[in-house]
């Protein structure tokens, strides 16, 4: 098949200009190991040494089915073992109001309507199958210091352990993340849209099972979601993601155990049982981030670096991992036509596939935000409303589990 050849002059296994992946996080990986299938060979540039090895503490990502589709393809879902916990059932409800909203999974047929997965274990295992690749190099701690654009590329200086290293990629992806220096440095500008909301991210302690529910709960400051997570050392846990006002996020950062505890309790109710402990507080501010250009010659974005989305309905991720997977298949037919990775139309090709993929998830998410944050009665009652037609109305109701199996999870 002409998409699984190799072009020697544009990275293939035995020589050639690489692709050179700046970052390598969960969306950078995916997509190394996905471009080896078609011949390429990848350098994959990340500035951590390691994930964090510290179950309770450790930051979680929600994944739809489809992202396990993606994963079992790449060889990383067996791996993962016991990690990933299925989201079997989920509860939706409006502070203040009674009632709400519940999907199972057996209503759909489906043996899960999604999971949640620490990042250190699926980045254990992401590294892991990188690691039996003989077509990528892992460099780690390195750093991409520079990136001029060249003809049929970009000339790049990279620093590591080694020192310093020079080279020639005939693309290079930049997948380090939504304060990316070497985009800034390229004078790739980004338009924000501040929602003035942070998010209070930790791992919780349950004193009873919660039965793979996820609860996503919206309150006047915000949507507060709670997703099941595999026990650990006997102890039931769950992620956490608290969205509240900057100062409060940062007050509640700091409080102790024994008083926050109470105050998180009284927002979300009994309906998720007691909460006996909180691990390590990570709290971040929630915008709507984008890159001015996901491609240049010899560039491409992926994940946070080309766009950063707000946790309400855990898209980022998972359009993130789609991303990936379509820019791979754009440069697996390239390869049959003999053109580099880094020819502008191989990626504003790419960038059109995607486009409406990218379009309809940041109106989505961006839509979801306005309408179920804020304390406006017309807000409230629409709320109400729409938590009552999807409770009433079949044909709506399997439309919203559809996407949610599918694309949009809980949480990022």
């Not at 560039?299 to 766009?307: D, K, M, P, S």
Request: glycine residues 12%; contains cysteine; hydrophobic residues 40%.
């Amino acid at each position: 098949m002409a998409g699984r050849q190799t072009n020697m002059a544009y990275g293939g296994t035995q020589g050639g200009r690489p692709i050179v992946v700046v970052g390598g996080g969960l969306a950078g990986a995916s997509f190394a190991l996905r471009a080896t299938r078609f011949g390429y060979r990848v350098i994959v540039v990340e500035a951590r040494a390691g994930a964090s090895d510290d179950g309770f503490d450790a930051r979680s990502t929600a994944l739809s089915r489809g992202a396990r589709r993606i994963f079992e393809s790449l060889g990383v879902w067996e791996p993962l073992g016991a990690g990933p916990c299925p989201i079997q059932r989920i509860e939706v409800s409006d502070q203040g109001h009674l009632g709400g909203v519940s999907f199972d999974h057996r209503e759909q047929g489906l043996d899960a309507l999604g999971y949640v997965v620490e990042n250190h274990v699926l980045a254990k295992a992401l590294q892991g199958r990188i690691a039996s690749c003989g077509a990528i190099e892992f460099l780690a701690p390195a750093d991409v210091t520079s990136a001029r654009p060249i003809a049929d590329g970009m000339e790049l200086t990279l620093r590591g352990k080694g020192g310093e290293r020079r080279l020639t990629a005939a693309l290079t992806v930049l997948a380090d993340g939504g304060r990316s220096p070497i985009a800034a440095s390229l004078g790739i500008n980004r338009k924000h849209k501040p929602y003035g909301q942070q998010a209070l991210v930790a791992n919780i302690a349950l004193q009873q099972s919660h039965r793979n529910t996820a609860h996503e709960r919206f309150t006047p400051n915000g949507p507060l979601a709670v997703l099941p997570l595999p026990m650990a050392d006997g102890v039931h846990r769950a992620s956490l993601v608290w969205t509240l006002p900057g100062d409060t996020a940062e007050e509640y950062t700091a409080l102790p155990e024994e008083i926050l505890l109470p105050r998180l309790q009284g927002e979300f109710g009994p309906g998720m049982g007691r909460v006996t402990g909180i691990g390590r507080r990570v709290c971040f501010p929630l915008q709507l981030s984008q890159a001015s250009e996901q491609v240049r010659p010899g560039l491409a974005l992926l994940g946070n670096a080309a766009h950063t989305l707000h946790p309400v309905a855990g898209q980022g991720f998972n359009l993130a991992l789609r991303d990936a997977m379509a820019l791979a298949e754009a440069l697996g037919e390239a390869i049959g036509q003999g053109r580099s990775p880094g020819d502008l139309a191989v990626l504003q090709d790419y960038l059109a596939r995607q486009a409406f993929d990218q379009d309809r998830t940041v109106f989505l998410t961006d839509l979801l935000v306005r309408l179920f944050s804020g304390q406006s009665a017309a807000r409230a009652a629409f709320r109400k409303l729409g938590l009552l037609a999807l409770d009433l109305l079949p044909p709506l109701r399997e439309g919203f589990v559809s996407n949610v199996t599918q694309h949009l999870p809980l949480q990022r």
